[in-house]
């Protein structure tokens, strides 16, 4: 019977439906009717929860739909949903009662064509220019020589093959390669991942962390390289600290990750060219070197030996030097005796006149008027001694009146006092401190119990073990001489020449313990 009839009924005997049952007719109606539908429209708001689901309007000039993407379909999409972006959705209807609406849910969710994508493109770049992302001041220098390459790439395409030929011609180097997914869904995770994966590398470390970072991918349409115009891939390249290099397509391809990087390539060879020099032109050049070298020092020895021998020919000779000196020499040696008798003279007379002065008399007065001075210095000195030990006596007795053992004794008593106390709290805290660690041991123990396999055992497994060694396979039971079954409460032996059955289809093996093979 129809819910709704073509002509009102206003007489008392129409019939009554609960809302319930009203909302699951409209519900089955919208459903079977729009099962399976495509949308063009443009994304209105969009919300991510932390459930994983999106949330979503698709709308044009006149209406709008709410649409709902599940967790697990949002994660295989190749683009994401965004605001503004003109899309083509496709999926089925359905209605909401607890809301009284509409929706529907997503299956599949693209850009409508490729200016669509250039527009939401020019958008993102838009934003992370104006963020700063671009700017030159932000592009690190690449190492002249690296020691160690990394390469974010696909591992089984013609890409890393090419990488490696072109760095072994030029100049062989230690390659460290993180396998990502080059286009898809997976792409732009993947290639985030990688890049802050090598920088979280410690320098020298057993993994050491490379010099030099290449993120490469041969060329592609659009859709093919989406994965490397994602925000989180051009994030991870501006915020990485080694110095980055995109080979992302080829050369008339442009990416995001382009204007990010420290430097970009045309192709993939073009990025190992860019990361290391020639070998083959560094030896030449060295070897230049060292010839021009070679040269400049025999140039400046010859130089520096003909200037040596022009100012040789310009000095006198030694004989010539010596002749002022020598002649110098003799004329003071001439002059020296009659010298020396003048000075002989000239002190003689100073000590004939200063001996003229010293007389004995002169002497004997100034013995004794210093005699006199002593005597008299004599006499003063023993009251002068009397007197200063008398005061320094007096001093000492007052001072011994101030000296009293009661403050030291007070001293004492305070610091014995906080001592036993100190010793008290020391006791309760080792105390406390044995406690805790007695029942954190209790609770190991009782741990280490629950997890052994005689706990295993007592939920109705068993350990079987075969001439000394635990038995995990029917045929290693077979060729056992003798068996030996291990039950929670106790052992059971086999006789020699016994072999178990094989279990039937309904049986089902338990999982392996870890100490031994339980059934």
């Known amino acids: 019977m129809d819910l709704f009839d073509d002509t009102p009924d206003t007489s008392d005997n129409a019939p009554e439906f609960t809302v319930s049952e009203l909302s699951g007719a409209v519900k089955r109606t919208i459903e079977g009717e729009f099962g399976f539908v495509r949308v063009r429209g443009e994304v209105g708001r969009v919300s991510r929860p932390r459930s994983g689901h999106i949330y979503l309007d698709l709308k044009d000039d006149k209406s709008v739909i709410s649409g709902i993407m599940w967790k697990g379909v949002a994660a295989r999409q190749q683009t994401q949903p965004e605001e503004g972006m003109e899309v083509i959705a496709t999926g089925k209807m359905t209605t909401f009662p607890g809301q009284s609406k509409y929706q529907i849910i997503l299956e599949e969710i693209r850009p409508a064509g490729a200016g669509a994508l250039m527009a939401m493109l020019e958008k993102r770049k838009a934003q992370l220019q104006a963020e700063g992302l671009f700017e030159p001041a932000l592009k690190k220098k690449l190492p002249y020589l690296p020691e160690i390459i990394g390469v974010v790439t696909s591992p089984s395409g013609a890409v890393i ?60 349409s659009v859709e093919d390289l989406w994965g490397f115009n994602e925000e989180i891939v051009a994030r991870a390249a501006s915020s990485s600290d080694i110095p980055l290099i995109s080979a992302v397509g080829h050369e008339t391809d442009t990416t995001l990750i382009d204007f990010v990087s420290d430097m970009r390539a045309p192709t993939p060879t073009a990025a190992a060219e860019l990361a290391v020099p ?12 060292d010839a021009r070298m070679t040269r400049a020092v025999e140039q400046r020895l010859e130089h520096r030996g003909q200037r040596l021998r022009d100012l040789g020919r310009a000095m006198p000779r030694a004989e010539t030097l010596l002749d002022g000196p020598r002649q110098r020499l003799d004329i003071m040696g001439d002059k020296l005796p009659a010298g020396l008798r003048r000075l002989v003279d000239r002190q003689r007379l100073r000590l004939s006149e200063s001996a003229g002065s010293l007389r ?35 001093a000492l007795v007052q001072r011994l009146g101030r000296l009293s053992p009661r403050p030291i004794q007070r001293e004492i008593a305070v610091q014995s006092d906080r001592l036993v106390g100190l010793s008290r709290r020391l006791d309760e805290a080792q105390r406390g401190r044995i406690s805790e660690a007695q029942s954190k041991l209790d609770a190991l123990d009782r741990l280490r119990e629950t997890l052994g396999y005689k706990e295993t055992l007592r939920r109705g497994y068993a350990v079987v073990r075969g001439d000394g060694d635990v038995v995990t396979t029917a045929a290693g039971a077979k060729k056992a001489e003798a068996l030996e079954i291990e039950f929670a409460d106790g052992k059971v032996a086999v006789g020699d020449g016994a072999t178990l059955r094989k279990p039937t289809k309904k049986s089902q093996t338990p999982p392996k313990p870890e100490q031994g093979s339980l059934f």
């Not at 990502?180 to 985030?192: D, F, I, L, S, T």
């Not at 210095?377 to 006596?393: F, I």
Request: proline residues 7%; aromatic residues 4%.
């Open 161 to 220: 093959r090419d990488i490696l030929h072109r760095l072994r011609d030029r100049f062989p180097r230690k390659v460290l390669v993180w396998p990502v997914a080059v286009q898809g869904a997976k792409c732009a995770p993947e290639v985030a991942r990688a890049i802050e994966g090598f920088n979280r590398m410690t320098p020298g470390g057993a993994m050491p962390r490379p010099d030099l970072l290449i993120v490469a991918r041969g060329g592609g």
């Open 278 to 289: 020639v070998r083959m032109e560094l030896l030449a050049g060295l070897r230049d070197y």
């Open 360 to 394: 004995p008399g002169v002497l004997s007065r100034a013995i004794a008027a210093e005699q006199s001075r002593l005597s008299d210095r004599a006499t003063r000195l023993q009251p002068a001694l009397k007197r200063l030990v008398q005061t320094r006596r007096e």
